[in-house]
């Protein structure tokens, strides 16, 4: 069977990519250099939008299963102990149908990943295989996958954007003892101490994990810093050694980097090989996981239903700005909590004194592509709720358009989609609209007032997927 799409790399993006192209029925080969999952963690939160894609992946019972919900959100502290800021969190089901945070141990998760591929019999895993030149792959595209360091976006030639964080952290991620009074004393939201003498986040992840993320100063030598001679006497307000065992701890920089050019003829990019993120608001993953999404579905239209390989110029074009959003607030959030300079800190300290300012994670429009011109609720993720008979929308649509809203408006469209009327009326009249037509990944291509304007846009999406 000849290769529809090769894909490099099978952390959690690539792996996800695989099992959404899986499901499509593209014939898919991953390829990795390594034969076995990296055991220690990395990644620990996505939100409710990310468990809704794992739903599209027929896999989000699974990873809840190995996953904490969490409706706490997360607050930067002062070295007093005052709130400065709070994240909030989401209480029950947020907008995606989900808990709005997720938190969990990285192996697992890709565990379960890993595991999904194996259901399809048109995807092939080629594990310990390291690819020297993506000539070597014989493919009609090729999805790198691959990380920082990425071999595709070198043959892409791929330019970065600074976007102007660079700082060395050290993160100790601790199994800890459950029975130790210090230990219950925790906080059960993730905490960011905005300390001008040593920034620190504290995350609690799951089970006995919890995670403290600790910024290097000015004369820290790197090489000694994962000792725990030297970290331990750092976290001593919180916890020593006899409350925890140590499962790993480096030093990590924390880039602000997104790359200009995704894709270049039939290689493309997604995940950290074109961007990378703070680790301050907990989106890193979850932006590679919206690329692997957005991707699928572009690629399973041209592949199984003949729209043009011009459809994936749209990729970058929607995901850029998109992800560059997080990626801005991540970086002013890093601006409030890696503040050394103790006048800075007070002055920032004044700034909040009439009270903890609230936020939520943004929701950015996507980049011009395959949407209409115009205002959100366009080109954004539109709410799943729970249909009459208890299942959740996304369960009665499938990996396919949908038409959302009044049902007169929804009489001989000429396109491929099902249609749910009555769903998202709510949603919708607070946009002052009655219909929507949303995309396989769930963003919204277009609205509509009445039956003529959804039916122009029911045109205007034929057009553009219309094969070459």
């Known amino acids: 069977m000849p290769t529809d799409v090769a894909i490099i790399g099978c952390g959690p993006v690539g792996a996800l990519l695989g099992n959404l192209l899986g499901a499509a029925g593209l014939a898919v080969e991953i390829h990795d250099r390594d034969r076995a999952i990296h055991p220690l963690p990395r990644a620990v939160h996505f939100d409710g939008e990310v468990m809704r894609i794992f739903q599209a992946a027929g896999l989000a019972d699974r990873l809840a299963a190995t996953a904490r919900p969490s409706s706490k959100g997360m607050e930067f502290v002062n070295a007093g102990g005052r709130t400065l800021m709070v994240r909030r969190g989401i209480e029950g089901p947020g ?14 998760l890709e565990e379960v990943l890993r595991d999904g591929l194996k259901r399809y019999p048109n995807v092939r895993l080629q594990l310990g295989h390291e690819v020297g030149s993506v000539d070597d792959l014989d493919a009609r595209f090729v999805v790198g996958c691959d990380g920082a360091r990425s071999l595709v976006r070198q043959a892409i030639g791929s330019t970065p954007i ?3 964080l660079h700082q060395p952290w050290l993160v100790v991620d601790l199994l800890c003892n459950p029975d130790s009074p210090r230990v219950q004393a925790l906080p059960d939201h993730t905490v960011q101490l905005c300390d001008p003498a040593r920034p620190m986040t504290v995350v609690k992840v799951g089970g006995a994990r919890r995670r403290w993320e600790i910024m290097l100063m000015p004369g820290d030598d790197p090489a000694n810093m994962a000792t725990p001679d030297v970290f331990w006497p750092m976290m001593a307000r919180w916890l020593g050694p006899d409350d925890a065992t140590l499962e790993r701890s480096a030093v990590y920089t924390f880039h602000s980097v997104v790359q200009q050019g995704w894709r270049r ?3 493309l990019l997604a995940g950290d090989s074109c961007h990378q993120t703070p680790p301050f608001l ?11 999404a957005n991707l699928a579905w572009k690629l399973a239209a041209i592949v199984n239903d003949g729209a043009p390989d011009a459809l994936l110029d749209t990729y970058e074009s929607e995901r850029r700005p998109h992800v560059a959003s997080f990626i801005e607030l991540a970086v002013r959030l890093g601006a409030v909590l890696q503040e050394t300079d103790p006048a800075a ?33 366009v080109g954004t993720a539109f709410p799943q709720p729970q249909l009459s008979g208890g299942r959740l929308m996304d369960e009665a649509i499938g990996a396919r358009f949908a038409v959302v809203g009044d049902g ?13 009327p009555g769903v998202g009326l709510d949603v ?8 929507a037509i949303l995309r396989p990944d769930r963003y919204v291509f277009a609205v509509a007032r009445d039956a003529a304007e959804l039916a122009a846009a029911a045109a ?9």
């Open 95 to 108: 907008p995606h149908g989900w808990a709005g945070n997720w938190y969990f141990h990285q192996p697992l």
């Open 265 to 267: 003829g039939r290689l």
């Open 428 to 435: 919708l009249a607070r946009h002052g609209v009655r219909a």
């Open 408 to 420: 007169a408006l929804m009489h001989d469209l000429g396109i491929d989609a099902v249609r749910l």
């Open 460 to 468: 205007a999406l034929t057009t553009m997927l219309k094969p070459a």
């Open 162 to 164: 600074d976007l102007g």
């Open 345 to 377: 800190a007070a002055e920032r300290d004044r700034r909040f004194e009439a009270g903890a300012q609230s936020f939520d994670f943004p929701q950015p429009q996507l980049g011009p592509g395959v949407r209409l011109d115009g205002p959100p609720p």
């Open 282 to 292: 907990g989106q890193g993953m979850c932006a590679g996981m919206r690329d692997a």
